[in-house]
């Protein structure tokens, strides 16, 4: 008896060792994709900056201005359309593919008319920059970069709705390929508006709202003939006409808002974070921006990791293989570990280097050098924290990520960073100070939901109880 017990326990092991590399295969395949998409987006935002700076100071702030108001909005209602990702994945391993084109019909009800919220109030944003005094010489560019990008919120929210039914679909190709058209038109496209030619006037710094309004039209318009001329021609979704059905549009809400809100918080913490700091100097400000900057980059892994694990644990929960799924869910995340670790290595050995490549400006450089070592240590959590989100999304767990972040940024580590940076108690610490806050609210953020995410998988009535939302 015993030994046969051994022999099963062996097997069991094996099985799951197979499983994992099985699940490790689709994570990266899922995930390559998304990390080309998501640098590519991120490249299209370095253009702006650099493009509008060599026109003007006033032009460059006025973009920056112009993209802090937009870009979290964004986050905003994107992440509310977020919940197709989940939602289209269980049905996706469920076999229920019929019902796919409901669910996405009604997400473009929800994203869409919460664009056209915004579009209204961004009409009005000149009175609210007026009366938070912004210096004049940026109001007019601000004002008319704002113009032009809020006539491509409505499309490009439909543009993440179809990139998250392809996603819940297992296919992140289709997203990678529109991001790289996109880029590959970004820069000339900025140029021509900036400086004019062919019948079209100068704008500068505005006609990077206007090439960027005019991309996300055609983004979406992209993603529009891959899902009527592929292999999701299957789902039917342009077929008919659906009006906006109050309990479905609910049902995506509930799951979708608390995404949504996350991102929106998280974006604007760090926004929070930059102004506090900008009252310390500008060399702090230029090297906080640098060790984020970096940092952006390296975060593309463990983001690209958790929407790959969004997918397998959803599809995996859709087929009812709750084993597998909980195996998809702890392989991620032990990549992402992994991966964390190896950045920040990188990144302690080659600190010097990598400033060096933002600023000539020995000053600054020497303080983005020593931020880039709270850079490697919140690495180990940041990375974690942003997998295991993914997970839990997969499993339709959306609330819980948004009370931890929630609570973990704005009531610790930003109060944090202000009594450690301004020295309210403690000797001053500076920059450094703020970036202690964040390393220590990660590091919570990182043992809850990691947390959650070991529970989740051994909760069988758990994660019925949430597929059914």
């Known amino acids: 008896m015993h030994r046969a017990d051994t022999h099963t326990t062996l097997a069991m092991r094996a099985k799951a060792r197979s499983i994992a590399a099985s699940e490790f295969r689709s994570l990266t395949w899922l995930a390559l994709p998304i990390i080309v998409t998501q640098l590519s987006q991120m490249a299209m935002g370095i253009a702006d900056t650099i493009m509008a700076g060599h026109v003007s100071a006033a032009d460059l702030a006025g973009v920056a201005l112009g993209g802090n108001l937009f870009w979290p909005v964004m986050m905003l209602l994107s992440g509310t359309v977020m919940a197709v990702t989940p939602s289209v994945a269980q049905l996706h391993g469920a076999g229920r593919q019929a019902e796919v084109g409901e669910v996405v019909r009604q997400s473009l009800w929800l994203g869409m008319g919460g664009a056209v919220v915004f579009v209204v109030l961004y009409g009005q944003v000149e009175h609210l920059l007026r009366w938070v005094e912004v210096d004049p010489r940026a109001i007019p560019v601000a004002v008319g970069y704002l113009d032009a990008m809020r006539f491509g919120l409505v499309p490009v929210i439909g543009y993440f709705a179809l990139r998250y039914l392809c996603e819940g679909m297992s296919w992140t190709t289709p997203a990678m390929l529109v991001a790289l058209l996109a880029l590959a038109l970004k820069v000339p496209l900025n140029w021509l508006f900036i400086h004019g030619g062919y019948g079209i006037p100068a704008m500068g710094g505005v006609g990077c709202g206007v090439a960027t309004a005019l991309l996300m039209t055609l983004e979406m318009a992209a993603m529009v003939v891959v899902v009527l001329f592929s292999r999701l021609q299957s789902i039917r979704l342009f077929d008919r006409f659906s009006p906006p059905n109050a309990v479905e549009i609910l049902r995506l809400a509930r799951l979708g808002l608390p995404i949504g809100i996350t991102m929106f918080f998280e974006m604007a913490v760090f926004t929070a974070v930059a102004l506090l700091i900008g009252r310390l100097g500008v060399e702090a400000l230029a090297a906080h921006q640098i060790a984020l900057n970096i940092n952006g980059v390296?975060?593309?892994?463990?983001?690209?990791?958790?929407?790959?694990?969004?997918?397998?644990?959803?599809?995996?929960?859709?087929?009812?293989?709750?084993?597998?799924?909980?195996?998809?869910?702890?392989?991620?995340?032990?990549?992402?570990?992994?991966?964390?670790?190896?950045?920040?290595?990188?990144?302690?050995?080659?600190?010097?280097?990598?400033?060096?490549?933002?600023?000539?400006?020995?000053?600054?450089?020497?303080?983005?050098?020593?931020?880039?070592?709270?850079?490697?240590?919140?690495?180990?959590?940041?990375?974690?924290?942003?997998?295991?989100?993914?997970?839990?999304?997969?499993?339709?767990?959306?609330?819980?990520?948004?009370?931890?972040?929630?609570?973990?940024?704005?009531?610790?580590?930003?109060?944090?960073?202000?009594?450690?940076?301004?020295?309210?108690?403690?000797?001053?610490?500076?920059?450094?100070?703020?970036?202690?806050?964040?390393?220590?609210?990660?590091?919570?953020?990182?043992?809850?939901?990691?947390?959650?995410?070991?529970?989740?998988?051994?909760?069988?009535?758990?994660?019925?109880a949430f597929a059914a939302r």
């Open 298 to 464: 390296t975060f593309m892994i463990p983001l690209a990791l958790g929407v790959a694990a969004t997918i397998r644990v959803g599809f995996n929960v859709g087929a009812e293989d709750f084993d597998r799924a909980r195996i998809a869910g702890r392989v991620a995340i032990g990549s992402s570990a992994l991966f964390a670790a190896t950045a920040a290595i990188a990144l302690l050995l080659g600190r010097e280097a990598l400033t060096a490549l933002f600023t000539p400006d020995a000053a600054v450089a020497t303080v983005a050098a020593k931020l880039l070592v709270f850079v490697a240590l919140y690495q180990l959590f940041d990375d974690g924290q942003a997998t295991a989100i993914g997970v839990l999304r997969g499993y339709k767990d959306t609330r819980v990520p948004l009370y931890v972040t929630l609570i973990a940024y704005w009531t610790i580590a930003l109060p944090l960073g202000i009594v450690l940076g301004y020295g309210l108690v403690v000797p001053a610490l500076g920059v450094f100070g703020f970036w202690w806050g964040f390393t220590i609210g990660l590091a919570l953020v990182a043992l809850v939901l990691v947390t959650r995410v070991f529970w989740m998988g051994r909760s069988v009535a758990s994660i019925r």
